[in-house]
């Protein structure tokens, strides 16, 4: 009972929207009331829809314009409804118990899909009212006449029975759920009759190419026995026997299955492959040869599902010429669709793309490699830990530093990332690798300075005549060492100048602490040496600031580089290491060892400087070393 | 009145109640909407064009299939009564879980999710192929049946996740509407060995086994094909003639056989009598 006063409460709100009811009365006498309106009403209408649909309008409190928005002939028909379900459920309620919710479920699907129709019209959407039933209705079939009489023009074709889908919609549809194409081809020649467009797409062929060749032209040569006789018409293969599958015997090859062979209607389904061509537009290749085999890269073979039947034109409505001969005087064809073979267990690779090795290295200012990625030891030979500390100029070829430096400078100034040109890194063994970087600055936010340079480095598959290369070019510069110095713009260079790897790093990053220094505090104590630094002499005063400016911002390097420069101490004299031909001696004045020099070479240089430093620091420069922590 | 809207035969039209006349209009709008968002490919279309475009269902061997997302039949091609002995117009609109084996239905709802591939992989993988058991309502001697007794039938179904993108068509209200997948696929069914209508050729062969596949009878076309004499397979296990790398598919496939009853392989490679794969 508590479910009918529900209902009933709820239409009854309506109705006293559309009858002059008093509201004021209690629920109970309004539902009498309603229900006494209603049966008035009653002799108007016969029931239209279901009892449900009525409670269900009435269940929407927000539909009360709707009514109005339509007719006045909607109440009356609307009413009937109402009156109905209501009926029934008063006079019967102790049994109509499962029947109410047997409504109660239609009335709901009737509303989903009713809210679904709505959703689908487009009239109906920018409306944001629910909108009554029976408004979404018309506008559905006003919606549907308008599609009708619309481009795609499907009801006009006389010939089919309308279906629910015009006949080029099912093709596109098809075509979108597997990549296939219509294919008809003659049963006597194999002669492509007919092929839809979508074969440009799997086959790469045009259609119009493919058009009136002839079939076994594009069929693997070994699938062209298999292909002649699912065509064959009425002579069976000789070894084609049927066999019954559930006893294993033959079975007669009788006269009857023979002939539905060739009937219309007959169905086919085969595998077979097809030449496709993998350049899709270039059709000059394939004119030569359609008989090439497998391996030839031009021609590749694709595996298609082909289910079709048989078919038979009377010959006058193809019009071709030829077919008088014939016995019968229709052509038979094989329509088929064919379907790129979703099932295929292993995978040939088109193209094996390899990814190529790349590696990340971190490092300072001034080139020195503050991390270097495990991986880059598969690329360049040394360990990480054999590299950190060094400069990364030591491993340039001296061909690319020119260009290498001025990334560096760059990268410094710029936040964005630099892809550098393809370079050569030495490796272990001295051979070299072409790598290809980008480059990267990470600067501080807070001290907006520039801490560290991501590198991220690509390695350029090169070919095998280059090691050879590269040894030659490496002896030819290792004698063009004493007398060739790579001119490096922006350094300070010249003949008293020492250019060697790690200095190449360092003035750069130098350049920028300058511009820092400049910029933020130019009075600073620090700066001061740098002047007369380096007016004093090109060969001292650039490494003096650097080694100052080095240790000033990274601490960590600058005890590394002392360590190293004592390290090198010992071992300078015992150098005799990788590079064949380097100097034994340092030549102070014009060293190049850019790119080729060792480990040892490198920091035995700078410990010579170092020492040179010394002496010069009772020249009026004392005051700056104070801070630096130095061992001697 | 709605119903006579429909583009629908009119015997078919005149007969059908109003839930169905709904079902069948969403349906229906919901195809046309999925259809218009695709390009269309501007091609002149031949005389003969026209007229094989009713040839693609026939040469078919299943039917056509369209599922959004949650799994309601947007559209079904005609000869589904062919193949699963269901009508058309019962089926369409209606969520396609009423008539798929329970078992599968799990495996359906996976095959309906579109993901949407990471930015690294540009293209997410749109193919679906899989085998679902429907029900059926043939007999063998090609009779209907009423829905309420019918047996399953294994299909194999293949086809595309599209997605419509409304980005071309805008509610007036100014909402963009959100891509929505579908599937399409055709299901065929698998061809039962024993059927005759389809002849087999020469490069087909017969074989039977026991179910762990030890062959127990083999046809002797596999002579010329592979070299190997009937009599050399029986009570031999068909696994020591697979391939390696194909092993996997083949197994899964032969846990599907257990599963559903009835499969078919992809292409796989079996050893040959002198060496070498075929």
Known sequence: MKSIIQHTGGFSLRLSLLFPIPTTTAGGSTCAAALRSLQRAHRLQSVGMSAGDSEGTADRPEEDEGPKQVGPSLPAVELPRKRKGDVEERSDAHVQEPHRQIEKRRRDKMNNLIDELSAMIPACQPLTRRLDKLTVLRKAVQHLKALKAGPSGAFTDTNHKPSILPQDDLRHLLLSAADGFLLVVSCDRAKIVFLSESVSKILNFSRLELTGQSLFDFIHPKDINKVKEQLSSSELHPRQRLIDAATGSQVQADSPVRASNLSTGARRAFFCRMKHSRLAGNHEEKRPMPNSFKKKDSYRYCTLHCTGYMRSWPSSQMGLEGEAEKETSCLTCLVMVCRLHPHVSHHQPKDITIKSTEFVTRCALDGKFTFVDQQATTVIGYLPQEVLGTSCYEYFHQDDLQHLAETHRQVLRSKEKIETQRYKFKTKHGSYVSLQSQWFSFTNPWTKEVEFIVSSNRVISRGPGHTKDEEAGVSKALQEDTKQIPIIPGLSSGLGTMIYAGSIGTQIANELIDSYRMNSSPSSGASSPFGPAQEKGPLVSPQTSRSASSREDTAGSSSQSQSDSRTAEGMSSATSESTAGEPSQLDLDNMVVPGLSSFSNDEAAMAVILSLLETDVNMGQSGQFEDLHWPF | ?278
């Not at chain 2, 996976?110 to 949407?116: N, P, Y």
């Open chain 2, 1 to 278: 009145e709605l119903a006579q809207q429909l583009p629908l035969p009119h015997s078919v039209s005149s007969s059908l109640d109003k839930a169905s006349i709904m079902r069948l209009t969403i349906s229906y709008l919901r195809m046309r909407k999925l259809l218009t968002s695709d390009e269309p490919v501007a091609e002149e279309e031949t005389e003969l064009d026209i007229q094989l475009n009713s040839s693609y269902l026939k040469a078919l061997d299943g039917f056509l299939i369209v599922l959004s997302e949650d799994g309601d039949i947007i559209y079904l091609s005609e000869n589904v009564n062919k193949c699963l002995g269901l009508a058309q117009f019962d089926l369409t609109g209606h969520s396609v879980f009423d008539f798929t084996h329970p078992c599968d239905q799990e495996e359906l709802r996976e095959m309906l999710i579109h993901r949407t591939g990471s930015k690294k992989t540009k293209e997410s993988n749109t193919e679906r192929s899989f085998f679902l058991r429907m029900k059926c309502t043939l007999t063998s001697r090609g009779r209907t049946v009423n829905v309420k007794s019918a047996t399953w039938k294994v299909l194999h179904c293949s086809g595309h996740v599209r997605v419509y993108d409304p980005h071309t068509e805008q509610t007036t209200n100014g909402l963009k509407e959100p891509p929505v997948p579908y599937l399409v696929l055709i299901c065929d069914p698998v061809p039962h060995p024993s059927n005759i209508e389809v002849p087999l050729d020469t490069k087909t062969f017969l074989s039977r086994h026991t179910m762990d596949m030890k062959f127990t009878y083999c046809d002797e076309r596999i002579t010329e094909l592979m070299g190997y004499d009937p009599e050399d397979l029986l009570n031999r296990s068909v696994y020591e003639y697979y391939h390696a790398l194909d092993s996997d598919h083949l197994t899964k496939t032969h846990h599907n056989l257990f599963v559903k009853g009835q499969v078919s392989t992809g292409q796989y490679r079996m050893l040959a009598k002198r060496g070498g794969f075929v």
